[in-house]
């Protein structure tokens, strides 16, 4: 008896718990309701915006976790209530978390979204595919703030499907504390080096480990070439017995609870690392890297046309543009965002590195065939489950011929008995 | 009559839910983007053959672990008194209230190098290990993860196996070890059958433990799966060879165990 009122109670607290969630969840609406009329964007063209306004049209966008200011923090824009609050289209805001994830839904169809924010080599895979729309761009006079060298990137030469959103490179995370190294010494190098066994972490992904590998051969990251692509996998294969994992956002955990020395990571998440354990410096090896674009653009599917490119526009209004580079930390091609960072942060060189470093060595991703592609993915399989020394190959089929002899064994059995009970 | 019409729903659901993509898969298999028919998908999976033994074998090591942690136990927990049964049994479930991702990240920070474990370790001076990031762990969150599929059937199982039976072995001369062998093991097969199953059938497609406890290069089929599907290369028609293959792999394993199981208690 007491038991059963024990579990009344315990279902009470949680009910409990559950009902008080929900409350707090409803004041915090409505105070960011409140915090957010207070609130005064300017915009140059008014007009524009109120366009579709009592249409009751809404929009689905779908982008990267963690890659648009929320107004979560103090002093900062929500920018999709703003833009529901300016023209009146509401705003469907998911989240993935992998180039493939997204191109595995628009391919499977089904799914409409109206934007999409792909890295490079995505948005030209998805170009030759016809999965992604040119874009109106006098329907997004805003697009002048992008800077001229993010225009015109070799995935869309023409820059007739996409407006850059934010960029950024790869580089080589440390431990300070336990690399006592110059930073202009530290090179791709050092993740192949045998002192740090076993405290390195890489990429678990073909494109940006091949990537690393071809920067140290002297390749083109876009290389299709076989010969090129298997002396990357070589260079690989060499680099496994010293790596800790492959890992791809497990880096954060790892590398800021201090469980390895070395990853490579991309520029604007090192940062916030960085922000929590002081002892890690971040460094863009000197000998290349790669740059990598997120643009925004709208799919084949979209229902929403004009209205896309209208959401396109606003995110690149100075302002918006500003309080999202602000809020991801990432680096931003928007030209006045630019100039209303502080001064530190435009020098900074892990956000905005050295110009001539971007201009001549690094490159940007672009697809590569489908060739290629399954190249390089086999060589990647093969390098990742290239087994160790001690090999039992001739495991399965032993073990199969087993099960086939019990099979056998247990039916003749079963059939001697079976006339042995006739008897 | 009036019972039949009950089960039309499931029986709509089986259709649309597993009938249906079983069907996609197999179709996949067997054909390449324009659907034409083709077997070199099927061919294909014959390269990732190292990939496949190295499943099964880390799924076969994990069901017998399981099989020897949980069968002393869910014999212990059938001869308890009834009060004590259902609160032990709360406890082996207690874990499963938990999700499975979570569960799993867990071991990531006990087992890290500079982890929990390693640190008490360090304590009294050993280590540190090398504990994440091998076999050994991925076997130990299989293990950890599916030990309760293990305890469950053999536990309903042995609870039914009627005391007067045990004290008719005894009576008639059985010592512990053969009452335990000739008495209690074979009225207990149906449930050992099917803790296997369940815990080989996980175990051997599973690709998130993998991934967390065996720091990417521990690849598993389940892996492989994934990453025809979300990796770099997108081909769903080699995804869905490599997964017929495996359905293959699982029913011949499962026909060899269900020749153990009485014929009235066959699984497939």
Redesign the interface.
């Known amino acids: 008896m007491k038991k059963k009122y024990f579990s009344i109670f315990a279902s009470f607290l949680v009910i409990a718990g559950m009902l008080s969630a929900c409350s707090v969840e409803e004041e915090t609406e409505v105070e960011e309701e409140e915090e957010f009329e207070a609130q005064t964007l300017t915009v140059e063209d008014m007009e524009y915006y109120t366009r579709f306004k009592d249409a009751g049209i809404s929009i689905n966008v779908y982008n990267w976790g963690e890659y648009i200011s929320t107004g979560a923090d103090e002093g900062t824009l929500n920018v999709n209530a703003e833009f529901t609050a300016l023209t009146g289209i509401k705003v469907n805001y998911t989240n993935y978390a992998?180039n493939?994830?997204l191109?595995?839904k628009l391919?499977g169809g089904g799914a409409t979204y109206d934007i999409i924010i792909p890295s490079d080599y995505m948005i030209s895979k998805m170009i030759k595919e016809n999965l992604i729309q040119k874009l109106d761009f006098g329907n997004i006079p805003n697009f002048k703030y992008i800077m001229e060298n993010y225009r015109n990137q070799d995935y869309d030469p023409l820059n007739e499907y996409s407006v850059p959103y934010t960029w950024g490179t790869v580089g080589i995370i440390y431990d300070t504390t336990m690399i006592d190294m110059n930073e202009e010494d530290i090179d791709w190098d050092l993740l192949w080096n045998e002192d740090y066994a076993?405290q390195i972490l890489m990429f678990?992904?073909?494109?940006d480990a091949f990537a690393i590998a071809e920067i140290m051969c002297g390749y083109s990251l876009n290389t299709e070439s076989e010969k090129e692509l298997k002396e990357a996998a070589e260079k690989l294969k060499e680099q496994?017995s010293i790596?800790?994992?492959?890992?791809m956002d497990?880096i954060f955990d790892?590398m800021g609870?201090?469980?390895?020395l070395i990853a490579p990571y991309y520029a604007g998440d090192a940062l916030t690392i960085m922000d929590e354990n002081e002892d890690l410096n971040f460094v863009v090896p000197k000998s290349g890297t790669n740059l990598f674009i997120d643009a925004m653009c709208i799919p084949t599917c979209a229902k929403q046309k004009e209205a896309a490119e209208m959401y396109i526009n606003f995110m690149c209004e100075p302002d918006i543009a500003f309080s999202n580079i602000d809020y991801i930390c990432y680096s931003t091609p928007h030209s006045a965002a630019f100039e209303m960072l502080d001064e530190e942060t435009q020098n900074d060189p892990i956000s905005y590195p050295d110009a001539e470093l971007i201009a001549s060595k690094s490159e940007v991703f672009v697809n590569l065939s489908?060739e290629a592609?399954?190249l390089?993915?086999?060589l990647?399989?093969e390098m990742?489950?290239a087994?160790d020394e001690n090999?039992?190959?001739l495991?399965?089929p032993v073990?199969?011929l087993v099960?086939i002899g019990?099979?056998i064994f247990?039916?003749v059995r079963r059939h001697i008995k079976n006339k042995k009970d006739i008897f | 009559m009036k019972l039949k019409a009950f089960s039309a729903p499931y029986l709509v659901w089986m259709i649309v839910f597993i009938v249906v993509p079983l069907l996609m898969v197999v179709y996949f298999a067997f054909t390449t983007d324009n659907g034409e028919f083709t077997l070199e998908y099927i061919s294909d999976v014959g390269?990732?053959?190292?990939?496949?033994?190295?499943s099964?074998?880390l799924a076969i090591i994990a069901t017998i672990i399981c099989l020897v942690v949980a069968y002393p136990l869910s014999y212990m927990l059938s001869r308890m008194s009834k009060h004590t049964q259902s609160t032990m049994l709360m406890i082996v479930m207690l874990p499963m209230w938990m999700n499975f991702l979570l569960r799993t990240y867990a071991w990531?920070?006990l087992l890290?190098?500079?982890?929990i474990i390693n640190q008490l370790l360090g304590m009294i001076g050993l280590g540190p290990f090398?504990l994440?990031?091998t076999e050994g762990a991925v076997v130990l969150g299989m293990v950890y993860n599916y030990l309760p599929f293990m305890i469950l059937p053999l536990y309903s199982v042995m609870v039914k196996i009627d005391k007067s039976v045990i004290e008719a072995a005894n009576d008639l001369g059985c010592n512990s070890f053969h009452t335990m062998f000739r008495v209690i093991f074979p009225l207990s097969l149906p449930g050992v059958t099917s803790g296997i199953t369940m815990v080989f059938v996980p175990a051997i497609s599973t690709f998130i433990i993998s991934r967390?406890l065996g720091?990417?290069?521990n690849?598993l089929i389940g892996d492989?799966i994934e990453?025809q599907?979300?990796?770099?290369?997108?081909?769903p028609h080699l995804g869905a060879a490599i997964s017929m293959v495996l359905m293959v792999i699982i029913l011949?394993?499962m026909?060899?165990m269900n020749?153990?199981s009485p014929d009235d208690q066959v699984l497939i």
Do not use: H
Not at chain 1, 204 to 207: C, E, L, T, V, Y
Not at chain 2, 112 to 115: D, H
Not at chain 2, 229 to 235: A, Q
């Open positions: 992998t493939e994830e191109y595995a391919k076993d678990d992904n073909p494109r496994k790596v800790q994992g492959y890992v497990e790892k609870a201090g469980e390895a489908d592609n399954k390089m993915q086999d990647w399989t990742k489950s087994e090999t039992n190959t495991f399965v073990f199969l099960c019990i099979i247990v039916l | 390269q990732y053959a190292n990939i496949f033994m190295r099964i074998w990531m920070t890290g190098n500079n982890g090398k994440i990031n967390m720091g990417g290069s690849l492989l990453m599907f979300l990796g770099n290369s997108y081909n011949v394993i026909t060899v020749q153990f």
